[in-house]
């Protein structure tokens, strides 16, 4: 347990040695609008490379490379390996700093509590480590279920979580509300664990992961989070209560964090059946010193986000992507991607 207690989750601003991917193919959901798919995971492979290398996990690496050609040599790793879906924020490794370096944690993804097949993502983590990318061999973390896009750190001891996603029954169902909270702390080295009750978006597969709803940003003292201002939204209700429940929220200090709201975009919906997707602007990643950024068309919505973001980082650049392909699967840009912190690899 001490060596657990000298464990530290970075935050995402913290220096990004390559962001991990993985590639739609046929076998994946993707498969009816794969052309699409590939070039809107193209397109956040290339905005992403100026800033970080990225490993790309598909079973086609030659394919691959010649779609992401343009990226330059020594930019682009591609690994082979057969998945069952593209979302690797939720299957690869989070990972730790610990006094003898980056530690990835592999954790056991089980398709977001048992809705879609997840044994080879599962074994993803393990595959890349087997082909010698890390620099420490992962821990063996299979006995307790989370996810990436279910926690956001601070780098400084802070955890934020939802109720929705990490009490799930069909997660680790058999321990209790303060046995889930303890072991999210001791696995990841939190001095505490913030939980919020309220929020999630129509059509999120993931119960409400935080990275759809509230984003932790630097110096750690802000928070950029979904609002929404129209009260005939069906949102409106849950994401005014999880704005409350940030209010009420205190630094180490005793301060109140520095909020910041994005715009919920307009309600988009599938071209097949008409349900809502889950479109969000709290689902980008910081890599080094930019934010990619999902878009979706909305030219107003879409600057908003932009000109909020780089207002709150002016030391980032804000990189947008449209995203109004992903969204078809129920994630967005930030769900496509995991960071791998500085002096995590060993190539």
């Known amino acids: 347990m001490n060596e657990i207690s ?43 490379a100026p800033y970080a290398r990225v490993i790309v996990l598909g079973p086609d690496i030659e394919r691959i490379g010649r779609l992401l050609a343009d990226i330059p040599a020594g930019r682009l790793v591609t690994v082979p390996y057969l998945g069952n879906d593209t979302w690797t924020r939720d299957y690869g490794p989070i990972t730790v700093e610990t006094a003898d370096g980056m530690l990835p944690l592999d954790f056991r993804f089980n398709g977001w509590g048992l809705k879609f097949a997840a044994d080879r993502d599962n074994l993803a983590t393990r595959h890349i480590d087997s082909l010698g990318l890390f620099r420490h061999s992962p821990a063996n973390c299979l006995g307790f279920v989370l996810e990436g896009g279910s926690v ?17 029954p069909n997660r680790n169902g058999g321990m209790g509300r303060e046995e889930i909270l303890e072991a999210v702390k001791n696995y990841l080295g939190a001095e505490r664990v913030v939980s919020l009750a309220n929020g999630e978006l129509a059509g999120d597969d993931t119960d409400g992961h935080i990275d759809t709803l509230a984003r932790l940003l630097p110096p750690g003292d802000v928070i950029a989070y979904t609002g929404c201002a129209d009260p005939s939204d069906e949102h409106y209700a849950s994401l005014k209560a999880m704005a409350d429940e940030l209010r009420a929220m205190r630094t180490p200090s005793g301060n109140p964090y520095h909020l910041l709201e994005l715009p919920l975009p307009d309600a988009v919906y599938d071209p097949d059946d008409g349900h809502r997707l889950p479109a969000t602007y709290a689902n980008f990643l910081i890599v080094n010193n930019a934010i990619i950024l999902p878009v979706y068309g909305q030219p107003l919505k879409d600057r908003m986000a932009a000109d909020i973001l780089s207002a709150a980082c002016p030391e980032h650049v804000v990189v947008p992507v449209d995203c109004s392909v992903l969204i078809r699967q129920h994630g967005s840009l930030h769900c496509s991607t995991m960071q791998l912190p500085a002096n995590t690899l060993a190539i």
């Open 152 to 168: 956001e750190s601070d780098g400084q001891g802070l955890v934020l979580t939802t109720d929705s996603c990490l009490m799930s």
């Open 6 to 48: 000298r464990r530290r989750l970075p935050a995402e601003w913290e220096a990004t040695v390559a962001v991990l991917m993985a590639w739609p193919h046929p076998q994946s959901d993707w498969e009816a609008i794969l052309e699409d798919a590939e070039a809107c995971f193209g397109a956040i492979a290339r905005a992403i």
